[in-house]
């Protein structure tokens, strides 16, 4: 199935339970779409979330609501509904608001174009984490629930572990002279794999940080712009190339190409909450929808969540110290006009 979005779309998001996606577009509009494989997709909405770029979308609260995040510095709920705002955090970044992604039930993660995570607490209805992780804008995030780490990569080259518990960046690795552009955590919490721009994947060892331990070069030398787990052997990638490819992890092949969304960068992959569908977007202003059974012949896994294995003892854990500092790389997405920084957050969820 092919969705035409009539303009660029920066990320993509599945409901966790029905057939809904949403989609954010360059203009600052949020889309929300029904798919079935009997019809045509059907745009039920289409608001205009902000008055910039709309980079960053998720399905929150059970699938009611919709957040977005945007260079305008803001934060929007959407009621998933009506298409109504539910609430508005202004200057809920001092810079872009690059990165969104769901942490819990009732926490979600933030990361902007300076460098700075965020994660946002809406049972207390407040910013509850703060971390100054990277120095350049934060291209990808992912959590490892048991250990509560967050981990970020970043166009500063690096890739970060943040400690929630104890509120601090834990450890990070040193400048890989190249943006990190995704990341995914394999192996059952063993291995961190980072997508750069060179097309190289970064293998980290959970608790050695501070440097790879293998890298894989065969998807070189396009971008790899988007990293989607399928199970803790394999991952999917995107590439600059349009291409995407089914990618085993140690050992390290490509095992197949499985789709060519068309020839212009992947910019974000997602399944469908029941794995029948892999999404995609890229520059060619197009959703796709595509069927996992034809794409990898029947091939599935039950293993959805990353990090389910990590040693849940974070303060004993084996971490690199010290987190350092690296020359800026260069950002893909130009930054707007930074804001003031929080401003009345603690009211943000209030009426979520």
Request: glycine share 8%; hydrophobic share 35%; charged share 25%.
């Amino acid at each position: 199935m092919e969705i035409d979005l009539g303009k660029l779309a920066f990320d993509i998001d599945f409901h966790s339970s029905d057939q809904l996606v949403a989609a954010g577009l360059i203009n600052g509009d949020l889309h929300l779409y029904r798919y079935n494989s009997d019809s045509v997709p059907v745009r039920l909405l289409e608001v205009h979330a902000h008055t910039e770029s709309c980079r960053a979308v998720r399905f929150i609260n059970d699938g009611h609501a919709l957040l977005t995040g945007s260079p305008d510095c803001s934060i929007l709920a959407t009621d998933v509904e009506t298409g109504s705002a539910i609430t508005r955090l202004d200057n809920a970044h001092g810079a872009a608001v690059n990165r969104l992604i769901n942490l819990t039930e009732s926490t979600v993660a933030t990361g902007d174009d300076e460098g700075c995570i965020k994660v946002w607490d809406t049972r207390q209805r407040s910013c509850c984490n703060s971390f100054d992780a990277h120095e350049d804008y934060i291209s990808d995030m992912t959590f490892a629930s048991d250990a509560m780490k967050l981990l970020g990569t970043s166009g500063d080259g690096t890739l970060s572990v943040c400690n929630l518990r104890r509120n601090k960046v834990q450890a990070q690795s040193e400048f890989s002279e190249e943006e990190l552009l995704s990341v995914v955590i394999m192996k059952n919490g063993r291995k961190i794999v980072c997508g750069s721009q060179s097309g190289t994947l970064l293998l980290y060892s959970w608790g050695y940080f501070q440097d790879c331990s293998d890298r894989f070069v065969d998807l070189s030398p396009n971008s790899i712009d988007a990293l989607l787990k399928f199970d803790e052997d394999r991952i999917i990638t995107g590439s600059e190339n349009g291409l995407i490819n089914l990618v085993g992890i140690l050992p390290n092949r490509v095992i197949q190409p499985i789709a060519e969304h068309s020839e212009y960068p992947i910019e974000r992959l997602a399944f469908s909450h029941d794995r029948k569908y892999l999404g995609s977007i890229a520059h060619d202003h197009t959703l796709k929808l595509w069927d996992l059974d034809d794409l990898l012949q029947g091939s599935r896994s039950t293993q959805r969540n990353e990090g389910q294995v990590i040693d849940s003892d974070s303060d004993e854990m084996n971490v690199d110290a010290n987190p350092s500092k690296n020359d800026k790389g260069t950002k893909r997405k130009n930054a707007s006009n930074g804001h003031a920084a929080i401003g009345g957050s603690n009211n943000f969820f209030a009426d979520l």
